[in-house]
């Protein structure tokens, strides 16, 4: 069964730190273009990083400057390093496989990261 998992979330004050990760089981990532999203209360999910088969990211400029996308096919895992959180920021993260522009997978439980002193 193809089965995205999210963690490294939690509590942290602006100004502070944490590393997502993002691991799937029964399916490789090593090919595939790979967003991390978050979903704010009473918002939509956006798309905040992604990373291509080649290594290439992008990034909202909500993020830019602030998140770094990497990726380890060896461990089939994609990560999402955060610096200098905002309370904006505050979010159920998610991550997903992108094909043709879309999600390719089922959701995941997230990862809820709250940025709050």
């Known amino acids: 069964q193809v089965q995205l998992v999210e963690s490294g979330g939690g509590l942290v004050q602006p100004g502070g730190s944490l590393r997502l990760s993002c691991a799937a089981s029964?399916?490789?990532?090593?090919?595939?273009?790979v967003g991390w999203y978050r979903q704010a209360p009473g918002e939509q999910r956006e798309l905040v990083a992604s990373?291509?088969?080649?290594?290439?990211?992008g990034y909202a400029d909500s993020v830019k400057g602030r998140f770094t996308i990497s990726r380890d096919n060896a461990k089939n895992t994609v990560y999402l390093q955060m610096n200098n959180l905002k309370p904006e920021d505050t979010a159920v993260y998610y991550c997903?496989?992108?094909?043709?522009?879309?999600?390719?997978?089922?959701w995941g439980q997230g990862t809820q990261v709250t940025v709050s002193s």
């Open positions: 997903n496989r992108i094909t043709g522009g879309k999600v390719a997978m089922a």
């Open positions: 029964g399916s490789s990532f090593s090919l595939s273009t």
């Open positions: 990373i291509f088969p080649g290594g290439s990211t």
